[in-house]
């Protein structure tokens, strides 16, 4: 059996031959794909049906991308990959920011976009699909990372996370003292290389800090290796 077999894809994009041949791609990877072609309508299925993976487009008509990522998170944690033809850098650190899991922009391959879907899926399903009875848990100088459940606490108090947010920090935690360039986080987070998405690497450890470190600009676990990348200092 294919491994998409009977995954749902919900694609909210208002081009409707964008959508169309998006569609017809997956579908010949065996998804199954529903499209809505308003912001409004999309963002009401998204959140009242199960999909597997959610293609956003950035804008459309009734409410955009941002604010239905936004909405969604505050209920599933859906994969979401963000597509759109803004190139800034600041709008995939915004869409990022609030929770989507990976931002294309147009124009792209349609099979790269099928790669990713499968990509994103194969991790999402490795990562809530764990058999373990007891929870795994990390704990680093008052910073607790409960791996089986995906929580965080730092000093006792929880902070939310994003999929990928998790991920990393995970990652980083689970190999201590070792140092990871972006390429390296890029390739073991989103199973995939990178192509010119390290941006996307960067805005996510500026998100953690935020939420872990006392002092962002000073961070005391997740350390910067000048012109290498990143270590988990135990």
């Known amino acids: 059996m294919n491994e998409a077999d009977g995954k749902r894809i919900l694609i909210i994009e208002d081009e409707e ?7 017809d791609y997956l579908e010949l990877s065996n998804f199954v794909v529903s499209i809505e072609y308003d912001g409004i309508k999309g963002k009401e299925r998204a959140l009242s049906e199960d999909f597997n993976l959610v293609v956003l487009d950035l804008m459309l008509p009734g409410t955009d991308g941002y604010e239905i990522c936004k909405e969604i998170r505050k209920e599933k944690d859906t994969p979401i990959i963000m597509v759109s033809a803004k190139k800034d850098d600041i709008d995939k650190i915004r869409g990022l920011g609030l929770g989507a899991d990976d931002y294309m922009t147009k124009p792209f391959s349609p099979s790269e976009l099928v790669a990713r879907v499968k990509a994103h899926l194969a991790r999402y399903e490795r990562l809530t699909k764990s058999g373990k009875v007891e929870n795994d848990i990390v704990e680093i100088r008052g910073l607790k ?12 108090e929880e902070k939310p996370f994003t999929t990928k947010e998790f991920d990393i920090l995970s990652f980083l935690a689970t190999n201590p003292n070792r140092v990871f360039s972006k390429e390296d986080l890029f390739r073991n987070i989103w199973d995939m290389e990178s192509v010119g998405d390290i941006a996307t690497v960067t805005v996510h450890i500026k998100k953690i800090r935020e939420k872990i470190e006392m002092d962002s600009s000073n961070p005391q676990y997740i350390e910067t290796i000048w012109g290498v990348g990143y270590r988990f200092r135990v």
């Open 17 to 23: 031959s964008i959508a169309e041949l998006e569609k």
């Open 145 to 156: 990372i409960d791996q089986t459940a995906r929580r965080v606490w730092v000093n006792d």
